[in-house]
């Protein structure tokens, strides 16, 4: 019974220092400044596989045209009208993956991706807005990239 007791208290010192040091403690661990602006750094996970037009199968990485690129274009939010690139490479033998974009700050987030080889255009799928926040949490649903290969 002590010891949480004690645990209470060193959390309620720490919040007094960092309340102290003008900043506070969002619920989801967020240090917000004085100005109450969030300066967390939220991510996004984007779940994406490769599908050929031609028969609905899921392909890899070279079997779409040597694709070696998934790149994420996200605008909104903290972005403004800003659109920002997020790339990761495509590896031959991999079919689907999971792109994960580092945000300025909680917000609405507009949503779209490439596939790309060379810098040549494969696929191209908008997916979605989406509300990101500090838990860790903020997923898209998969988006499937359709090549024709």
Do not use: H
Not at 58 to 80: H, M, P, R
């Amino acid at each position: 019974m002590k010891a949480s007791q004690g645990n209470r208290r060193s959390w309620g010192a720490s919040m007094l220092i960092v309340a102290v040091a003008g900043l506070a403690v969002s619920a989801s661990g967020c240090i917000i400044d004085g100005g109450s602006n969030d300066s967390c750094s939220p991510d996004l996970t984007i779940p994406w596989r490769i599908v050929s037009n031609l028969d609905n199968q899921v392909i890899t990485c070279a079997e779409a045209g040597n694709a070696d690129t998934v790149t994420a274009w996200i605008d909104g939010g903290a972005l403004g009208s800003a659109l920002t690139a997020f790339p990761v490479t495509c590896p031959a033998t991999q079919s689907q993956g999971a792109l994960v974009a580092l945000l300025p700050s909680t917000g609405s987030y507009n949503v779209s991706l490439e596939l790309t080889s060379g810098g040549t255009l494969l696929s191209e799928t908008p997916v979605l807005v989406m509300g990101v926040d500090c838990s860790g949490l903020s997923q898209t649903v998969r988006a499937d990239l359709f090549v024709n290969f």
